[in-house]
């Protein structure tokens, strides 16, 4: 039997952002068309009001603002797990309770993690981020 080849784990860059891009359009942009752009706020040369989400994020990836880790088989991105620090995603959900209750903040979040949904229960997750991101 043939073994399957294994999965490759690569940063979210502008060269890897056109496979990133393709698999959040194949989920219509994931999350109702989040474009895993919502907890990040403007930086100094973007803001997102004025692009669409995929061309946001683009930018922000482009200005290193916008962090990922994509799961490759072969030339496709079929996961991701966006992470980075409070400056670069500020927007979470409870914000008043974590503020007021956090006396060490992580100097990083997760805030998004999403696997194609023909690679689910195949074990992406467990295989890559319960080793890699620990």
């Known amino acids: 039997m043939a073994q399957a080849q294994a999965h490759v784990i690569k940063p979210l860059t502008p060269e890897t952002y056109p496979a990133w891009l393709a698999l959040a359009q194949k989920h219509n942009g994931v999350w109702g068309g989040c474009y895993c752009s919502?907890?990040?706020g403007d930086t100094q040369n973007t803001v997102k009001n004025e692009y669409d989400r995929p061309t946001f994020k683009q930018r922000l990836v482009a200005e290193g603002a916008a962090h990922a880790a994509l799961v490759f088989d072969g030339d496709a991105a079929i996961a991701w797990c966006q992470y980075g620090s409070p400056d670069e995603l500020p927007g979470i959900?409870?914000?008043k309770q974590y503020d007021a209750g956090e006396t060490r903040p992580a100097p990083w979040r997760i805030t998004c993690f999403?696997?194609?949904r023909d690679h689910?229960?195949?074990g992406v997750a467990r295989e890559h981020w319960t080793v890699r991101l620990s």
Do not use: L
Request: zero cysteines.
């Open 38 to 40: 919502y907890f990040h």
């Open 93 to 95: 959900y409870h914000r």
């Open 114 to 116: 999403f696997v194609d």
């Open 120 to 122: 689910r229960r195949s």
